[in-house]
């Protein structure tokens, strides 16, 4: 019985299994049933949008160039001589006010000059007064001389003096008017001769003043030519130096940057209506001038396809201060941001839009594709002009995983809003 028992249980052990395996074979195709449609059922996939809103834009455009001074000065000598005086302030560097003497010129020669014509112009006045007297004699024998001929002619005719007489009295008349021409001559001479030296004096008067150097305006010194004791000759350079009241930048600009900016000034706007302001990179911030939009270059850059723009800086010594702004100094490499007045706009990532296309999550869950015209863009923010509206969702995630038509889930990316808006408001630099 144990034997039965035993043979039993292996032979179960053998059937169930082979039993089991025969039964799934037969019965798989009903064992191969689809999921339920809860199963069936994609989840839709995250994408990350933004929903687009009016914001304030400043179209702007960034340029650079270098810091040269407005104005520039070069002190050249006028006159010969000795240097003889210098001023403490005659160095490289030095600022130096309006009307501080930089140097003076010996002036002895131009003195002894001014003494010789004035010594010739008081011979002249001798030589006057004497011909004056001369001139009142030959004056009053010209009219005796007169009267003589007047009663020989006379005599002559009641045949009492002879023609002879009457000609001695005609030459000794004659005699007498030549000396008067010639008194009246000497005096003309004289005076012409005066004319002359009066020119001479004032031309060696003004010599005199251009013996000493004087700041025309406020000035820093960039080189020095002349020391004291050095004879200087006519037309040599003494120094050079540059204004301290005013700055110029002419930045570099490309053409394609500047339409845009310029296009939202509206019907006749400028350049010159443009907004500047200059910058320079520092450590730990950056230190900022405002500045005026000047004039603009004559040519385009052949090279760079750029225009030149030049904004001047006023004071900028008054407004360096120690640690934050720095006093801007020639060669300076800064840039120049200039700007129109804010408007507000749609903006979107310029990414975002590719070739006039962009996609949106319609109201269903589904991306949408969309074509969109942009105004215009400014560094990293493109400005829509039509196609998509206030509202709708801007899908900005990768096109690589955006399918139009797919379902979606919209995901706002916050960051990105609020860094769209603050480069639309300007906070950072366009690049």
């Known amino acids: 019985m144990k034997k039965l028992l035993t043979g039993l249980s ?80 005659l160095a490289s560097g030095e600022i130096v006010p309006e009307g501080t003497v930089l140097l003076r010129i010996e002036e002895a020669d131009i003195k002894l000059t001014l003494a010789q014509i004035d010594a010739q112009m008081r011979a002249l006045d001798v030589k006057n007064e004497t011909l004056a007297v001369s001139l009142d004699l030959v004056q009053k024998d010209l009219e005796l001389s007169h009267a003589e001929v007047a009663r020989q002619q006379d005599l002559a005719e009641r045949g009492v003096a002879s023609a002879a007489a009457l000609d001695q009295a005609r030459r000794q008349e004659l005699t007498a008017r030549s000396k008067v021409a010639e008194i009246q001559n000497q005096l003309a001479l004289n005076d012409a001769e005066r004319e002359v030296l009066s020119a001479q004096r004032a031309s060696a008067a003004r010599s005199l003043d251009f013996t000493t150097i004087t700041a025309p305006y406020d000035i820093r010194i960039n080189t020095v030519s002349a020391e004291q004791g050095q004879v200087i000759t006519r037309g040599q350079a003494l120094l050079t130096a540059e204004g301290t009241e005013a700055v110029e930048v ?71 201060a120690a640690g934050q702004r720095p006093p801007l100094r020639r060669n300076t490499f800064v840039s120049v941001e200039l700007s129109a007045p804010p408007r507000e706009v ?20 589904k991306l949408e594709p969309r074509k969109v015209k942009t ?47 603050q480069l639309a408001r300007g906070a950072e630099q366009a690049k």
């Open 10 to 89: 292996r032979a179960l052990a053998v059937a169930v299994p082979v039993a089991l395996g025969a039964l799934s074979i037969a019965y798989s195709d009903q064992l191969a049933q689809p999921p339920s449609g809860k199963e069936r059922q994609r989840q839709p996939t995250p994408v990350r949008v933004i929903t687009l809103e009016p914001v304030m834009l400043t179209p702007r455009t960034v340029g650079y160039g270098q810091v040269e001074p407005a104005r520039e000065w070069r002190a050249v000598a006028r006159v010969e001589g000795e240097v003889i005086e210098t001023s403490e302030l």
């Open 250 to 320: 002419a930045a570099q600009f490309p053409l394609g940057h500047m339409g845009p900016v310029v296009r939202a000034l509206g019907p006749g706007g400028m350049v010159m209506d443009l907004k500047a302001r200059v910058n320079l990179p520092a450590p730990d911030h950056t230190a900022s001038w405002d500045a005026q939009v000047m004039r603009v270059s004559e040519a385009i850059d052949a090279r760079t396809q750029s225009t030149g723009i030049v904004v001047r800086i006023d004071d900028p010594m008054g407004q360096a």
């Open 346 to 365: 749609l903006a979107a990532p310029i990414d975002a839009v590719r070739d006039g296309k962009a996609l949106v999550v319609s109201a269903e869950g």
């Open 375 to 421: 105004a215009y863009s400014v560094g990293s923010i493109a400005v829509i002009a039509s196609g998509i509206e206030a509202g709708e969702q801007l899908v900005v995630t990768d096109p690589a995983v955006a399918v139009p038509g797919m379902a979606v889930k919209p995901m706002e990316d916050k960051a990105l809003k609020a860094e769209i808006a």
